[in-house]
Nanobody, 126 residues
Framework: LQLVESGGGLVQPGGSLRLSCTAP????????IGWFRQAPGRAREAVSC????????HYADSVKGRFIISRYNAKNTVFLEMDSLKPEDTGNYYC????????????????????RGQGTQVTVSS
């Protein structure tokens, strides 16, 4: 399973971006999907996750109220809508997938995912 992210870029503080995660040739319907970010000198951070049917969604405290995760299974895509971006949101954002069941049940988002993409860079700067 290869995950491919897109939608990153350079944006000014207060701006918005929408990231996409897809898996060419695979069906993501049975996978919980997580978004993580990694910035130089900082620990990896779990940003958000969504269960297979979208009924469970969790967010890091740092992004609550600003980011929205969603999935469009008909198009085999998971989105991360990011609004009111801050410089501290800068980092490489990558999506992860797991079909063992329950990866997104944990509100603390400590689960391990089996697959991850290379990521897309998000830079928030004026």
């Amino acid at each position: 399973l290869q995950l491919v992210e897109s939608g990153g870029g350079l944006v000014q503080p207060g701006g918005s971006l929408r990231l996409s995660c897809t898996a060419p040739g695979f069906i993501l319907d049975d996978y919980d999907i997580g978004w993580f970010r990694q910035a130089p000198g900082r620990a990896r951070e779990a940003v958000s996750c969504i269960s297979t049917r979208g009924e469970i969604r969790h967010y890091a405290d740092s992004v609550k109220g600003r980011f929205i995760i969603s999935r469009y299974n008909a198009k085999n895509t998971v989105f991360l809508e990011m609004d009111s971006l801050k410089p501290e949101d800068t980092g490489n954002y990558y999506c992860t997938a797991d079909n063992s069941g329950g990866a997104c049940y944990d509100e603390a988002m400590t689960a391990t995912y089996d697959y991850r993409g290379q990521g897309t860079q998000v830079t928030v700067s004026s």
